[in-house]
T-cell receptor, first 113, second 114 residues
Framework: GNSVTQMEGPVTLSEEAFLTINCTYT??????LFWYVQYPGEGLQLLLK?????DKGSNKGFEATYRKETTSFHLEKGSVQVSDSAVYFC????????????FGGGTRLMVKP | DGGITQSPKYLFRKEGQNVTLSCEQN?????MYWYRQDPGQGLRLIYY???????QKGDIAEGYSVSREKKESFPLTVTSAQKNPTAFYLC?????????????FGEGSWLTVV
């Protein structure tokens, strides 16, 4: 079946540091890939997505590239801010699975001033 | 504003009680979903519905029930058969059809058994 694996947290960085959160997936065919962000006590917000190989999703300074050859969708940001502190979830969906999301376990990011 | 509204935000349940979590969306989405999130963990699918009057079990449906009588509404009942219901519950919706359609989430409901 489908699965998503992401690096365990917490990831603790200083402000303006470079961020990478690794995400790899297992799925047949060509899933769509997503990063969602969850701030404390809130629901999930879509951060970015990519629907086909080599697509790059980007939003708010975050980027992730759909790598079919390595089945990866790593999240990156060049300079993190304290306000980026949250939990980040990598997920995939497939149309023949009702478009349901399969989530990774989440990675908590803590950014210190 | 368009969006997904979950209520209540916080709910306390006594042992043996059934409780119902409300989820309403005004996005005209066909598909709706319920996920459960335990502290420090990812999300697991409870039930989903791709069309009115139809729904399917997800990975952890035992102890839960749903209905989909209207397109806008997808309430979740946590029954007394659910042995460990304390969790954060998230409702979501999406346009039905093509892969890659974004799934939107509500703000969540915290359920605590007392």
């Amino acid at each position: 079946g489908n699965s998503v694996t992401q690096m365990e947290g917490p990831v603790t960085l200083s402000e303006e540091a470079f961020l990478t959160i690794n995400c790899t997936y297992t799925a047949t065919g060509y899933p769509s890939l997503f990063w969602y962000v969850q701030y404390p006590g809130e629901g999930l917000q879509l951060l970015l997505k990519a629907t086909k190989a080599d697509d790059k999703g980007s939003n708010k300074g975050f980027e992730a590239t759909y790598r079919k050859e390595t089945t990866s969708f790593h999240l990156e940001k060049g300079s993190v801010q304290v306000s980026d502190s949250a939990v980040y979830f990598c997920a995939l969906s497939k149309a023949n699975a009702g478009n349901m999301l399969t989530f990774g376990g989440g990675t908590r990011l803590m950014v210190k001033p | 504003d368009g969006g997904i509204t979950q209520s209540p935000k916080y709910l306390f349940r006594k042992e043996g009680q059934n409780v119902t979590l409300s989820c309403e969306q005004n996005l005209n989405h066909d598909a709706m979903y319920w996920y459960r999130q335990d502290p420090g963990q990812g999300l697991r699918l409870i039930y989903y519905s791709q069309i009115v009057n139809d729904f399917q079990k997800g990975d952890i449906a035992e102890g839960y029930s749903v209905s989909r009588e209207k397109k806008e509404s997808f309430p979740l009942t946590v029954t007394s058969a659910q042995k460990n219901p304390t969790a954060f519950y998230l409702c979501a919706s999406s346009v039905q059809g093509l892969s890659g359609n974004t799934i939107y989430f509500g703000e969540g409901s915290w359920l605590t058994v007392v």
